[in-house]
């Protein structure tokens, strides 16, 4: 049962609050103050919502965004929101509400649960019902976070679980997006070292954060030419599945339907962009795990299971993307393999500059007797600085890697909730969990990846050729 207050019109949801109204003892509503007596039972949503109220403090949200939604009824007006917007994206967008950039870092501050990532599992639900072939691919840096959902500690790295639970739960295919990491790289360390040798536009930022990008597109568009016009990993993951994966397993391109699980609520912003096409819906690790609970499925008993292997797992490299330095890193062992013709080695790149939590990180490397300087950095609002010496033509960065999320992937708004004094130790635990796998694999690059290599054979040919460019790049477009 809904009980609503009537001075203010918060709501106690007994289903959600798991204690029955009549239970409590001494209770206030949390909003207003106004005591237990001036409740009244609800019985339909329509009653639930008819209630206006008027938000003073907390963030104003669209019904057309696409990477968050809000519940009124659970929200207390505290303003947490706003404030998580200042000071981890640097704004407030006020009544704007087309520049939100639907991050979702305010749902991991929202106290009462009132915001929540955007669902999508009834549309892959529909989809199933309706017979399509269903393919999913899961991101890196969800694998050492879904099993706090289920009482892991932060960091334990669950891929074989995961894979298993999303057979379960109906995919015919389970894919691995940490090969769109890998495809990533090789078009995006080709593009880099293009740029290097040919004058082209410097620094050159990565692009495969879909908030980063709809900040730059708002606030900072005439920098566009400064990113690279690589698609994120699920954006070329998603073509490669329905123009290559399809064709080779003989399914129709219209049979298919096709699921990003991931750490990020952008990513369902992402794949309305009519320049990212390929990915039909967008599933975080917190609609996963209600999923899970919903079909009364247990976790601790699901059996390990295995990706599909016509497009293979990731390299280490691929999989620390999910990591702020992550992104980069990856680049510069491909790209010291494209100039050098050699393998990388750690005698020859150290990137323990680029790792770590530090907001601002920045490294130097030589490759072939010149000098590469890059930088790292996550939580939007730590950008500002570098975006003006872009800008003004005084940066002295050849490559920079910008994640919205503190933490890169790890903390993105679609992951699992935590306590605000184990923000750090619990990112830091996920990090050091990809990190791990990157040291466990034998593949440590994307260029060593064989199923990577054997894509380009038979179907893309060439990193930065014109097939690679057709399917796998893009183009921004000035907003607000």
């Known amino acids: ?120 599992i009834e549309r892959v639900k529909d989809a199933m019902a309706s017979g399509k072939v269903m393919v999913c691919y899961t991101s890196p840096a969800i694998r050492v976070s879904i099993g706090e959902m289920f009482g892991y500690a932060p960091g334990t790295f669950l891929q074989g679980k995961l894979i298993g639970l999303l057979r379960k739960l109906g995919f015919q295919y389970v894919l691995d997006t940490t090969f769109g990491a890998d495809l990533t790289i090789m078009e995006e360390a080709t593009e880099l070292k293009e740029r290097l040798e040919n004058n082209g536009v410097l620094p050159m930022f990565t692009s495969c954060c879909p908030a980063w990008v709809k900040y730059a597109e708002t606030y900072y568009s005439d920098l566009l030419p400064h990113l690279s016009t690589c698609k994120s990993p699920i954006g070329m993951e998603g073509e490669i599945v329905k123009h290559y994966f399809s064709k080779k397993m003989n399914i129709l391109e219209d049979e298919l339907f096709t699921v990003a699980i991931t750490p990020c609520t952008a990513k369902k912003f992402e794949l309305q962009r009519e ?8 599933i975080t690790v917190s609609e996963l795990a209600d999923w899970v609970k919903e079909e009364q499925i247990s976790f601790e008993e699901i059996e390990e299971s ?16 999910g990591s702020t330095g992550g992104v980069c890193e990856a680049a510069l062992r491909s790209l010291y393999y494209f100039i050098t013709g050699e393998d990388y080695q750690e005698a020859h790149l150290n990137f323990s500059d680029v790792r770590g939590y530090d907001n601002v990180k920045e490294a130097t490397v030589t490759i072939n007797g010149k000098e590469v300087k890059v930088a790292v950095i996550h939580k939007i609002s730590a950008i500002k ?31 699992p909730k935590y306590p605000e004094e184990m923000e750090k130790q619990t990112k830091e635990k996920r990090m050091e969990g990809l990190y791990q796998r990157d040291n466990e694999t034998t593949v440590k690059a994307a260029y060593q990846n064989p199923d990577i290599q054997k894509l380009y054979q038979e179907f893309l040919t060439k990193p930065g050729g014109t097939l690679a460019h057709h399917y796998l790049h893009t183009t921004y477009q000035k907003r607000g």
């Not at 940066?395 to 708004?413: A, D, H, K």
């Open 385 to 415: 600085p570098i975006l003006e010496e872009v800008k003004n033509g005084t940066s002295s960065y050849q490559f920079i890697e910008v994640m919205n999320c503190q933490g890169g992937c790890v903390g993105g708004g679609g992951q």
């Open 1 to 120: 049962m809904k009980y609503r207050c009537k001075m203010c019109d918060y709501i106690y949801d007994e289903e959600e609050m798991g204690k029955k109204f009549s239970e409590l003892e001494d209770y206030d509503c949390p909003m207003c103050h106004a005591p237990k007596k001036l409740f009244e039972q609800i019985d339909t949503l329509q009653e639930i919502k008819s209630s206006k109220r008027i938000f003073k403090k907390a963030v104003l949200f669209s019904d057309d965004n696409k990477g968050v939604e809000k519940d009124d009824a659970k929200c207390i007006d505290c303003g947490i929101c706003k404030a998580t917007c200042i000071s981890k994206c640097g704004f407030n967008f006020g009544e704007d509400t087309s520049k939100c950039l639907e991050c979702g870092q305010c749902i991991l501050a929202c106290p009462t649960n009132a915001l929540k990532p955007k669902r999508h």
């Open 306 to 321: 295995h990706f599909d292997s016509l497009l293979g797992e990731g390299s280490g490299a691929g999989v620390i993307f």
């Open 275 to 282: 320049e990212i096409p390929g990915t039909d819906a967008v």
